[in-house]
Structures are given as C-alpha cells and as structure tokens.
C-alpha cells in the first residue's frame, strides 16, 4: 500500500472506495439539478438568489467527514490508541471506528531495543548465568504497559490482510489479536514526535518520552527531540502514591512545566490531571499537533454525520458521530468546546485532523456504563452473550453498518454482515427494517474499546448459539458438534462459528484407535463431553469416550468435590510399579496405590495402560495439598464398603481386631470398636505367637479375635498394625511441637537407603536409624532391620522444617540403667577418636574407586587397595585409629591387623615447615617448568620452579632439569609458603647452602638400592592407610580417579556425611560431550601450573577432586560406571526415589552396556525420556545425548536418524543439532559432522553460534579456505544486530586456530567502523596480548586513548595497559 494517491490512474481506475464514489455523485446531480432548474427565481429576485447561494456555498466548503479504515491508514501516520492486552512479545491496540493494531518489543523505544540487543549479546557471549543477570534488569511488557492505556504511536507498516506470520504475536484464537497483526506501530519517541520543535515546548505541551537514564535526584528523558532532553523528579513520578520506580526504557507520558534557559533541558510532571486538563492553545508548525493533545476548537458547521471543526484556531478537524459528546448533544456552530485529536488525516491539504469530543476521550479513562465514569465498565456491565430486548437505531452508515442507543449513554455498531443471515448489499435509513429509530432486539457479541461502543448481531442464527466463548461453557457438559480436521496429534472440533474444541489421542475412544479417519470424518457431526475448559488459551478440551458421556456417576470437576466414598470414572495417564495416577475432569488428578489396585495383586504396568477408562473409589481427600487417594479394588460392585474414617487412631495405639480375610501375605482385620480395616503380616503373627505361617493359615479363620495389636502405621485410610514391642507407650501424640530429645517413638521401616533404614512415625512425621546406632553390638544385633517391621526408637535429633528425627535403638539409650556397656561405642564426631582406638564399621559401598565404610553417623571411610575381592556391602569390618585432626576433621584408618610399626604422629606436618628451613627429599616428578620434590620423614610436597635451580642467569634451564631422574635424592630451602593454599615454593640454586658444611648430596644414597627400597617400603606401608575427611562420598569417587591413575595412593577421605545423602539432590548441569566415554578406567592428565607453589597430598588431592567434580558436572555420561550399583534391581530402587535423575538413568544405561546388553541400555533411556517429569526439560535431554551417545558408539545410521529426530523433537532442536555434531566430532566421523553441521546451519543459519562452531570444526581439521568461506555465507543469514559478535568470534579463531594476521585485519576493520565498542578493542588486545608483540599493543592503545571516553573507561584501558608492560614489556 503506498502512501501517496494517484489523481489519474490508468485504466479509469480510482482509489475511492464504493460509499466515496456515491456520495460525490450525489452531490454532483443536486448542484446540476439547482443549476438547471430555477434561472427565473434568480431574475426575479436577485437579492434573494444571493441570499440562497450562500448557504450553498457554505455546503460546498464544508468538510467531508471520512471514517478511518485500513486501506486510509498509511505508513507515517500518527495515531491515538488504547492498550487491549498486553503479550509476551507484543502489545495490541485499538484505534478509532472499530480497528485495531499491534506494536511489537522491538517499536517501544530505543533504550528498550538495547536492552534487549546486550541480553542476546551477554547470553552469547557469558553462558546463562550472565544472561539472567541481564534479563532481571529487562522488565516485561506486562510491566510496562496495562489494558486501557493510551500511546500515542505512528504507523510504521501496513500490511496485506490475512498475514499471519508476524514476530511477537504468533498464533492465536483470538478474532482481535489476529486481527491487530494488519497494522503494525511504533512508540518510539523519536518517530512520534518527529517534526516537533523546541519553541513548542511550553507549559501544559503534552507529549510521550522514554526513561533514558536515573539519576540522584529524578530521571533523564528521551524526547526524540534534537537538542532538548527531560527532566521528570522523583517527587513529580511518584506524586500519586507509587512507589515502584521507572524501568530504563520505559515508555510515559509527561507534561512539560518549563523549559531551561540554556534550552537544552525542560521540567516535565507525570501527574494524571495535569495530563488530562492541560491544553495547547497554539503550535508553530502542523507537524507539532500531536494525538492525545487536548485542544481548544471552534464549530464551523454541524452535519447529519458528524461536526466541522477549527483546532488551534488555524486547522480543521472532523468529529464523527462514534466520538461526539453524550453531554452535549446538540452544539450550534460557532460554539466553542474542548477536544482532543485523535489522528492527522493523511493526503489532506491543507492538513486536516480527526478530533474526539467523547466524555473518556476526554479525561483518557474507561468506557462506562453509566452516566457517570464511576459505575461499571462495558465489558463487565455488558458480557459477551448478553441478549438486549430492544436497542434503538440512531444512524445508518448505507455500506458500513447500523449505529444503536444500547441506552442513553452507551450505543453499540451492528456491521453489516451482522444485520442478518441472508447477504445484505446496503442499508437503507428511511425505510425498511433498518428505519432510524426502529427498535430490534441484539446480541453482544464484542467490545470496542476505544470508541467505547459494544459490537453487537441482529442474526438470529446468534441468537440460537449455546456459545460465544469459551467462558460459557461448563465442565462435563455434553455437547453436538462438527469434526473440524483430523491432525496426526488431535481432532478439531467445531462447536459454534467462533469456537473450537480439541480431541487428544487417548480421548479418542475407550480402547486405542488404530485408524482415527474412519471414525472422525471431516464434517461428521460428534457428541463430546467437555473434559477441561481454558479461558486464558480460549481452548476447550474434549472426550469421546464412551464411558465418559455415558457415566452414570457423579462427575468430579474439582478437589472441593472429592468427597470420600464417592465412586466415578477417571482416566489412567501413568502407571508404575508403585501404583498409578488416573485424571478426572478439569485437571482433577488421583493417586492409586499398588495395594488398591487389584485383589489380584498382578503388575500393573501389565494390567492397566495409560488411556484406559477405571471406576474408582475416593478414599482419601487432602484439600490442603490438593491431593486424592483413590481405590478400583474397593470401586466393584462385590466390595461392601467399610468405615475408613482412622482418625481417632494414631501411631502406638493397642487394639483388637477380627480377621476378615486371608490373603496371600496379609491378614485383613476388622479393628472393635472403630470397625476400621487393618492388615497384620503372617510373619508378624507367627512370631508373636512362636509358630510358624503354614500352622497359623490353617488355625485362622474369619472371626477369630486377634488382641494385643500395636497400630504401626495410619494412611491413606488403612491402618498397619504389629507386634507390641514394650508396655511402655508414648504419652502424648506425636508432634513436632511435643517432641524431645530421650522421647521413646515407634513407626514402621519402609525402606533402606544409603545412610540407613527409613522409618514412618506418623503420617506426616518421619525418621532415619544409622547403621551404628541400632545396636550396642554390631555382631550380635540387627543393624538392618527389615522393611516393614515395627520399630521403636529414643530419638536423638530433631529437624523440625523438614519434619524429619534422627532414630536410635541401642540399648543403652532406650533403657541406660538396664542395658550392658555398649561393645561398639557410638562416634558422633572426630572429638571421639583418638589415636590407637580399634573400632568397627560397617561397609556402605562397593564400587570401582573405592571401599566406603560407615563408622560412626556422619562419618563415612575409604579404602582402596585390592576391595573387591574381599569385601562386600554392609559387611562388618575391624580398623585401627592412626592419627586424628580436629581442626581439619581428618583422621587416618589402617585394617591391618599387626601393631603399629611406624610412629605417625612423628611425620613432618605442613605447620612444622617455616621459611628459609632446609629439607631433604628426593624428586617425584619432573615438568616442562619445574621439579615436584617430596619432603623426608612428610607427605608433603613442594614445586621447584625451573628458575631456582641455577644460579647463572644466562645458563639453559632446559638442559639442567634433564639432569635429574625421578627418585633423585636433592636438599632444598624453602623460599615461601601459602598457609592458606597449603603450598610451598622450593630453591636448589647452590647459593642458597655456600655456608652450610654440607653442600652435596651424596650420589651413593640417591641412585643406591637402599633410597630405592626405602621409598618402596614408604609406599608399601601408605598403601594400608585410610583417610577420613569432611567431603561426601561422591566427592571422593572422583578424588579416587585421581589417587589411582597418579601414585595408585591407597589413601581416601572420609566426611561428615549429611545423614541422607542422595545423588538426585545434587543440582547438576547440562550434559557436554568433552571427553566423553561410557567407559574409561585412564587418569586424568596433570595441572599445567606455572611458577608458584605445591601442597600437602591432601590439599593437591583437594585441588584435583575439585577438577573431577567439574568435569562431572560438564558430563553426566563420562565415567558413569564409578557409582553403578551391582544388579538391576539396585537401580529399580534406586530410581524409585529419584525418577527424575538423569544421572541415575544413565548409569543404569551404562550398566546394560558394560554387560553387552545394547538392546536393554537403549530401553532403559527410551523409559527415562518416558518416566522423567516433562517439566524436567534438562534431565530430559541429558537422557536423550545419552541415547545419542549410544547409537553412535553401538548403532547404525538409520538408528541414530531415527533417535535424532526424536531427540530433536522433544527438545530444543537447535541444542540437538549442536550436540550431534559435537558427538561426530569427537569420535572421529569427520565427514558425518561435516554434513551435520551443514544441516544445522540450513535449519538454524538465523544462529551465530551455528555458523561459528562450523567454522572451529573446519580449523581445527586445518581447512581454512572453507572456514573463511563460512563468515561470508553467514552474514547473508544472520541479522544485522548480529554481524559485529559473529565477524569478533571469527577474528578470535583465526588467532587460536588460523593465521593471527588475518585475524589482525578483521579486528581492524571491526574497530575502525565501531571505534567506541570497548568491548571490541578489550577483545583485540587480549589476542594481541597472547600473540606476545608488545610494540603493536602499544600501538593499540595509543589509538584507543586517543578517543573521546569517559575516565573510568579510560582508567581501564591504562590499568590494562600497566599489567601487560608488566608481563611483556622492557
């Protein structure tokens, strides 16, 4: 659409629309006809005749009042509009006479953009964590903006109808968001406020500003205009009572009260009733008349459509008949009154504007219903499908539609294509159904909120329409309707001409529909049961089931609903081994225990399968956590329902009961008096009663009384009872208000994990028992006790946020005057260890780096050296205290069983070693920078740099470190020591020992068997230690790595271990693909340190463990097989408590492959993408690199395909892309990364990061031609906003990977066409720095200085500067 119209087009064309062409031929016939008729009235009275002429002339001066549409709205053009919603990435609009238009992120203002464009920048450049720290600082739309505020804004685009391919609003229900994508405007000041000049700003001048900066005492404003900037204080922004400050970017509309005298600066105010009251009397220029302006006008002619008017008392104006006063019905002309401009009308000259004399155009506020602005608005007064008896016609647009009095101060449109069913070409306003002032009766069917109006239908197919929206339909309604389309992924649903509903899949029919066609047949009428209902998407969700719309039962729409008792249908949606979830309507979700499953107790997984249709029994209600408790086993027709109401029981309580039923493990009791159902263990009974299960099932039967029970567990509407395990009972019910320490508690095992056995006390209330407090004597008592056996503890610890109690069931806590003195005394901390204690653990794990042994609570050990042939899980074991830490919680363990041959406490300790002391040692290992020597009589050891070994400047360094060998015995000063890093810097220069007597090192001791065999006998003897330090155990698996691959060190370290440790509590990161293997037994490669200082085993052991524990983190699936469990049923309980872990998913995977089972490791991932949690999108996609990773090493081509395009359909396809890629690269498949990465620059080539790792994979395969190609290529792709990071990234791999004098040249180019990115130039010198020429970072900076920037930035660049003269200069 273009902006100007042409006077003659060629072919007789004209760009006047119908309604235009038809009024001007009007006009034409009555002038011809009133110049044709009556020449004699003219001589006969000529003073007459003049008299009549003039009101001709009048008419023929008089202005046309046009309506807005689309086809006169053009680029450039300034507009008043009302906020409708507001959208993630876009805002919608509504403009005069029943239009509307969207204005996208990027047309706020131009501080906004930036602040968009540096968050894309940092999340490229810094990872995620930078990128929210930008984003915070980012406000939303819905922050900025609000439904029924005004902007001013100018068209920037107009687009043809039916675009649907728009930036920020992407699809949508909506009739009024599909059709705001047409118009497209911009509120950046800049172009709003185009053509207003600084001599117009002057007081009560209203206009738009953005917030650019915030300063001590208010904020700077952004007016778009050249020269001038605003000011707006805090006391002026917040004068109405908020306290939330302005967001940088921000949009407002402000007032100016002064201009400065220097000109550059003007005061403006945000004060609501200054905006609304204050005027403009006068402009210098046309350009200057802005919409929103209030403006003093004078009537100069008032027509059947609308009024003539004359603004600023030199323009003219139109107001139509939509936006004229209901105050003032009828003005005379030459009457003057206020209104406000709405729009410049475009192709005008002289320029004409469209003003607004309506009552909330005046004081920009809401349509109301009443007389009044206080009462109720439209849309809440007037509803969409409120039915009006009788609306009056006030006026009729012939082409356009019918303009109604809803009541006196509202009024509602009827188009044309609403007027009827049958297609009505014209409307006729002096006759016909359509007369003025005839009454019809109507339908709401929409709101126009800026004209304030209400879009109404006289159709009677409307009225006959159940629904308008989605709002009017209820929850399990059965409703008719029209098979829409057939999708692979659902059926639509046609319910009335606006709205739609949708089919799932597993809502098709009862049982899985192998061909959908032959049942959904486009327009096919269905009747469909409403299974949810979404306002907020506008989207109703559907059954087809049979069962469903046939249901007898109650319908469950609710958690208030759920009453216990109630029977219904509800839909499986997961199953698993420890019960099932099924979903009723409205999202109401239900738990079904395996217990309450079936009486059959078959595995669910092969009974039930998700999508099938179960009548279930509520059983259990908890409103406050909205969760429910169903049953199928107690919905049959042959169940006779018992009470279930367990409240008057609790946990310890003796009853009695009747047996029921006999069932395979269980006994089904009747409790007297409460007549609630029990279960009791065969096992139990026999041992309460000293026989055995076959001799109690054939003395049992229903009604023998059963009496002397103790309650041991109450949930979920059954009770669990046992053996009475002590006449003494608690006092009081259990709370974590009431509860002590020394209190005697009793509960139910129900599982073991890793720091011990699981206890439930009550429902809400659970407990952990350690190993080493269940019993005074490991050999003789159960440290193990048995899942769901009763127990009864003294409780030890107490942690009331997470309602939890740490147990204890030695004897010498229950009954401290009774009970004999404990065999194995109970070690809560190092404070109870002492040198030379013996004490006994037991083992907690097995795996390939380490024996982990459980001590004492909180305190767990490693052992190393030859395990696994010896030792197996929560075996008992003997070891000996060596030496203790306190300070820094580490002791040392042996298993030997002989005495102590070496004294321990006599070895030389990091504190012992002061600066200047001279020390023996020998040379442990020999680097490109220095010697790694190992002190005498210590573990500790020290780093001689290169530059300490000779005193003579000038000699070759190189040379003098290949005169040592490992083993080497040397004496060396201390130089320093970091007591805070544990590291010492050694010296062997021989200037250090000129005054000590003996300078030499005797060769004899050095390179003799005696220094050889001592050193073997020193490893000999460590190789029987343990070490026991403050780290977790899983921390210690990846210091073993280290230990085993270097020195093969049998030490370890033990921690005060968290009482539950639990792999899946660990926040982990994203799976990389460096170094990937499933399986790998090699050591990590040796710190690359420079000159400075070594450390102690420990702290070097410390420093190592924390680069494994880093590289875990960047790699879930590499070396996965240190913490797999020994069988398939140790992961099942594994993941019973962690379903969401990837981690644990994927060792399980790992485990299938070590065995050679492909097969069940591709399985077991395709299950973890099923099971893990949808939310959990990382887990998920961990899993899916896993697969990846397994069809790569395992599979075929059409494998790995088929895993791809499933990965990359249910997770972020680019990442996907990205990681195949990398995957290839890896192992070697050159040519099949190639081609991956091509493939993922077609589909992602809007991507910088796509097109740079293309071009790092051709450097480092030495193809520089095709990675230089790819900048080319990529700058055709990519945004412009982009270009500057992608050619810098490039510029830097041609530095690392190519040739540094290319990338010299491309930093050039970038620095001299952007000379204040900073950032660039900070970019530049590093690889500069790194290239080692000091003269051309000279030159770097002196250019770089001579720019204009402000002192802090410059400070930067000469502290930068000073360091690198520091580094390479003279």
């Not at 053009?77 to 507001?86: A, D, E, N």
């Not at 930078?130 to 739309?141: E, F, I, R």
């Not at 309602?803 to 070690?827: M, Q």
Request: hydrophobic letters at 35%; charged letters at 25%.
């Amino acid at each position: 659409m273009t902006a100007e119209e042409v006077d003659f087009p060629r072919g007789g064309g004209t760009s006047l629309t119908a309604l235009e062409v038809k009024e001007i031929r009007a006009e034409a016939i009555k002038e011809a006809d009133k110049g044709l008729l009556p020449k004699t009235k003219v001589k006969r009275k000529n003073s007459n005749s003049r008299l009549e002429l003039k009101p001709e002339g009048s008419k023929r001066e008089s202005l046309r009042i046009e309506h807005l549409n689309y086809k006169r709205i053009t680029p450039g053009m300034k507009i008043l509009g009302q906020v409708v919603s507001v959208h993630p990435l876009a805002i919608v609009v509504s403009l005069p006479n029943q239009l509307v238009a969207h204005i996208p992120i990027t047309k706020i203002t131009s501080q906004f953009s930036r602040l968009l464009e540096s968050m894309d920048v940092q999340s490229d450049a810094s990872g995620e964590s930078a990128s929210d720290a930008v984003a915070d600082n980012v406000p939303d739309l819905s922050e900025l903006f609000h439904p029924g505020q005004y902007v001013r804004a100018v068209v920037t685009n107009v687009h043809p109808p039916g675009t649907t391919d728009l930036a920020g609003l992407m699809r949508s229900r909506d009739e009024i968001v599909r059709a705001s994508r047409r118009v497209e405007l911009s509120l950046v000041p800049e172009e709003v406020n185009a053509g207003v000049r600084k001599s117009d700003l002057k007081d009560g001048y209203t206009m738009s500003a953005a917030v650019q900066s915030i300063e001590d005492h208010g904020y700077i404003l952004d007016l778009g205009i050249s020269g001038v900037s605003g000011f707006l204080s805090f006391k002026d922004a917040h004068k109405e009572g908020s306290d939330q400050g302005l967001r940088i970017g921000c949009l407002v509309d402000i007032a100016v009260l002064r201009l400065s005298s220097n000109g550059r600066t003007c005061n403006t105010t945000t004060d609501s009733k200054t905006l609304v009251a204050t005027s403009v009397s006068e402009v210098s220029d046309v350009t200057s008349v802005l919409p929103g302006m209030l403006v003093q006008s004078l009537v100069t002619g008032v027509t059947s459509s609308g009024l003539n008017l004359q603004i600023l008392g030199f323009f003219d104006a139109t107001a139509d008949k939509y936006h004229q006063s209901r105050v003032q019905k009828t003005l005379k002309v030459g009457q003057r009154i206020k209104a406000r401009v709405l729009y410049n009308i475009p192709g005008t000259s002289p320029p004409r504007f469209s003003v607004s004399l309506s009552d909330h155009h005046l004081g920009l506020g809401i349509k109301s219903a009443a007389a009044n602005s206080e009462g109720p608005s439209l849309v809440d007064a007037f509803p969409i499908g409120t039915i009006l008896d009788s609306v009056k016609i006030s006026h009729v647009e012939p082409e356009q539609g019918l303009l109604v009095e809803v009541q006196p101060s509202v009024d509602g449109f009827v188009h044309i294509s609403q007027v009827s069913d049958e297609h009505t070409p014209i409307l006729s306003g002096t006759s016909g159904p359509w007369k003025i002032a005839n009454l019809h009766k109507a339908r709401v069917i929409g709101h126009h909120m800026f004209d304030g109006i209400l879009q109404l239908s006289l159709r009677p197919s409307v009225f006959m329409q159940k629904f308008l929206q989605v709002g009017d339909i209820q929850v399990g309604e059965v409703i008719k309707g029209t098979v829409k389309r057939l999708t692979d992924s659902a059926v639509f649903i046609s319910l009335s001409e606006r709205l739609d509903g949708v089919i799932w899949p597993n809502h098709y029919a009862d049982v899985p529909l192998k061909y959908p066609a032959r049942r959904f047949k486009v327009g096919a009428s269905i009747k469909c049961r409403v299974l949810t209902v979404e306002p907020e998407r506008n989207r109703v969700v559907l059954t087809a089931k049979r069962t469903l719309m046939d249901t007898a039962q109650p319908i469950l729409t609710s958690y208030e609903d759920a009453k216990i008792g109630v029977v219904t249908h509800g839909v499986i949606f997961a199953v698993s081994e420890t019960g099932m979830k099924v979903e009723f309507f409205n999202n109401v979700k239900a738990t079904i225990p395996v217990r309450e499953a079936s009486e059959t107790g078959a595995k669910l997984t092969d009974a039930f399968t998700p999508g099938k249709v179960a009548k279930v029994r509520i059983i259990a209600v908890y409103k406050d956590t909205r969760r429910i408790v169903a049953s199928i086993r107690q919905a049959t027709s042959a169940f006779t329902p018992t009470v279930t109401d367990v409240s008057s029981l609790s946990v310890g309580d003796t009853v009695q009961g009747a047996v029921v039923e006999l069932q395979k493990a269980n006994i089904i009791l009747s409790l007297q008096p409460s007549e609630a159902r029990a279960h009791l263990s065969f096992v139990t009974l026999a041992n309460i009663r000293g026989t055995t299960v076959p001799e109690l099932r054939t003395s049992l039967k229903p009604g023998v009384i059963i009496d002397s029970l103790v309650v041991t567990s109450v949930e979920e509407g059954f009770v669990i009872v046992g053996k009475p395990e002590s006449p003494t009972k608690p006092e009081t019910k259990l709370s974590m208000d009431a509860v002590a320490i020394g209190r005697i508690v009793r509960g139910r095992v129900t599982r073991h994990g890793r720091s011990g056995a699981q206890a439930k006390l009550t429902a809400r209330i659970t407990g952990s028992l350690h190993p080493t407090d269940a019993c005074d004597d490991y050999e003789v008592g159960n440290p193990f006790p048995a899942v769901g056996s009763a127990l009864q503890a003294v409780v030890i610890g107490i942690d009331k946020d997470a309602n939890h109690l740490t147990l204890s069931t030695r004897p010498s806590k229950l009954s401290p005057d009774s009970a004999k003195p404990p065999v194995d005394r109970e070690l809560s901390s190092f404070e109870d260890l002492k040198i030379g204690d013996t004490v006994r653990g037991f083992i907690k794990c097995v795996s390939e780096h380490g024996l982990f042994v459980m001590i004492g609570r909180g305190i767990d050990a490693r052992y190393i050296k030859d395990w696994k042939s010896r030792f197996v899980a929560n075996q008992l074991v003997r070891g000996r205290i060596l030496s203790v830490d306190v300070d820094n919680k580490k002791v040392e363990m042996t298993f030997r069983s002989g005495d102590l041959a070496r004294n321990h406490s006599k070895l030389v300790t990091f504190n012992d070693l002061q600066e200047g002391q001279k020390v023996m040692g020998r040379v442990k290992r020999i680097e490109q920078y220095g010697l790694f020597i190992v002190i005498d009589n210590s573990k500790v050891t020290g780093l001689c740099h290169k530059s300490q070994l000779s005193d003579n400047k000038d000699a070759d360094v190189t040379i003098a470190l290949r005169t040592f060998r490992e083993g080497d015995r040397v004496k060396a000063i201390i130089l320093s020591r970091d007591s805070e890093k544990k590291q010492l810097s050694l010296g062997l220069k021989p200037s250090y020992f000129a005054k000590d007597e003996d300078m030499e090192v005797k060769d004899d001791e050095s390179l003799g068997g005696n220094g050889s065999s001592a050193s073997e006998a020193e490893i000999d003897e460590e190789s029987d230690l343990i070490h026991m330090s403050g780290q977790s155990t899983e921390e210690n698996l990846g210091e073993a790595t280290e230990d085993d691959g270097k020195d093969d060190q049998p030490d370890i370290s033990i921690e005060n271990a968290p009482e539950e440790p639990s792999i899946s509590s660990q926040k982990r990161q994203p799976l990389k693909l460096e170094g990937f293997q499933w399986f790998s037994n090699d050591a990590m490669s040796e710190e690359d340190s420079g000159a400075g200082s070594t450390s102690e085993d420990e702290t070097e052991s410390r420093k190592k463990k924390r680069r494994k524990r880093k590289e875990i983190q960047q790699d879930l699936t590499a070396e996965m097989h240190t913490k797999v469990p020994e069988s398939s049923a140790d992961f099942e309980r594994l993941l019973l408590g962690s379903p969401n872990s990837s981690y644990m998913w994927i060792q399980y995977m790992s485990f299938y492959l070590q065995m050679s089972e492909i097969d069940k490791a591709r399985a077991t991932g395709r299950r973890a993408v099923q099971t893990i949690n949808f939310r959990e999108e990382q887990e998920r996609l961990n899993v899916w690199i896993a697969l990846l990773n397994v069809e790569n090493a395992y599979g075929s081509d059409a494998t790995m395909e088929s895993v791809f395009k499933d990965a990359a359909r249910y997770n972020d396809s680019k990442i996907v892309h990205l990681r195949l890629a990398a995957i290839l690269e890896d192992s070697q498949k050159y040519e099949k990364a190639e081609e991956q990465y091509k493939r993922t620059c077609k589909k992602f080539g809007q991507s910088s990061k796509v097109w740079t790792l293309f071009a790092e994979h051709y450097l480092r395969r030495g193809r520089l031609e095709e990675a230089r190609k790819l900048l080319s290529r990529s700058l055709q792709s990519l945004e412009k906003r982009k270009h500057i990071k992608t050619i810098s990234k490039f510029a830097q791999m041609e530095y690392k990977l190519g040739d540094a004098e290319r990338g010299r040249t491309i930093f050039e180019g970038i620095v001299d066409s952007h000379p204040k990115r900073w950032d660039l130039w900070s970019v530049y010198m590093d690889m500069e720095a790194k290239q080692g020429d000091i003269q051309h970072l000279r030159s770097i900076f002196s250019r770089v200085l001579a720019i204009k920037m402000t002192s802090r930035k410059a400070k930067s660049f000469f502290k930068k500067w000073l360091n690198l003269e520091h580094k390479l200069g003279d």
